[in-house]
């Protein structure tokens, strides 16, 4: 669980335009978001995305910082934003990945997740050498920032909503943040911060279970750990988000395929590659109600050139929909857990994410699995704990934090605040 340095919720009154930017798994999404000051207004977004080249997710750093401010100075020029050295353009960075901070302009990774394998970033300071490459091209840039999506998702929810209780992801990646008392912080024994100042947490509980002795593991999630880039990391996290759920669902029919049990004599070349199917492919099969499954049969003929059978339909169909369930109710998991130790008992989790905003069951189940977890009564009508839309958290979100961070910095409140 890693401090953030975002202290406390927002008011709903933070000011100003901030640019921002997402480092995300497939798009870079760069804006310039201008907060209206009040809760019945609206934000103005003005955005760009540009498409993440594959090839600088397995690259170097120097590549992948080089990107960022490629993208960051085009944008920055066609919108003309104008900003000095002494009257910077300020940034919010969205970095949804595990970062020790020790302010909240700084972030060491501790290890890339969702596929990334980007050399010379792990253990450095990602928000350092982002500020190095911006400088190096003289841009009037300054960020003041670093922050995850769930922090993210949180903050721009409750600038609304101030029923917020929690911000999560349940996307390519899964995780959660929370806000908590500085003085039930561990980590921050020795801050001088009054105990009872409220700061956020991003729990990272992806990497939950790690030493593997709590999650009943198959044999498919053992095979999903052993061939990633970072085998061992993020055990939870390959059980239940949006990027392995259909590598689960494949390397089982694969498994079944060479069992001689479904797939007879028929060529399961494309079945056999790795993440062949996403999780939009179990999404579909799921939602499918034509007669007879007949679009899940086209989407194996198009995308796997197999012809499949009847009783095949209804083996996919029903495995789907165990994948999915679980992941459903181990996001519910991460939720439950936080409201058992806070003793919440009713509030607003703001999820953002593929899977949140697109499986067509996900809500249901993950709702069903709570009151489960929560004991909730059967008959008590709407769920206390419910899962709303995050407002756009990677943007809004880190425009707000840099909102809050730059009011305290003028207010000479620098607590977690290292260069500005
Ligand atoms: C990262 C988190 C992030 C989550 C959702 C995980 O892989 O470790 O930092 O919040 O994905 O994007």
Redesign the pocket.
Known sequence: MNVTWVLGYPTGHEQGSFLTVDLGGTNLRVCYITLPGSRDKEFEVDQQKYKLPNEIKSGTAEQLWDFLSDCLQKFVEEKGLKGTKKEPIYLGFTF???ALQEYIDHGILQTW??GFDIKGVEGENAAGQLQEALDKRQLPIKMIALI???TGAMIASAYKDPKTIMGV?F?????GAYMEQCGKITKLKDSGLPSDTLMAI?C?Y??FDNARRVLPLTPYDEAVDRDSPRPGE?AW?KMS?GLYLGEIFRLVLVDLAEKGLVFKDQDTTKLREAYALDTGALSAIEDDESPKLSETRTLFKDVLSLDITEPELELCRRLAELIAVRGARLCACGVAAICSRNQISSGHVAAD?SVANKHPKFKRRWGKALGELLDWPKDQGEDPVVLTSAEDGSGIGAAVIAAMTLERAEKGQRAGIRSF
Request: aromatic content about 4%; glycine content about 18%; some cysteine.
């Open positions: 949804s990945y595990p997740t969702k995850n999506d769930t992801i996307g390519t990646g899964c995780n991003n990272e992806g990497a993020q996290e988000a994410g």
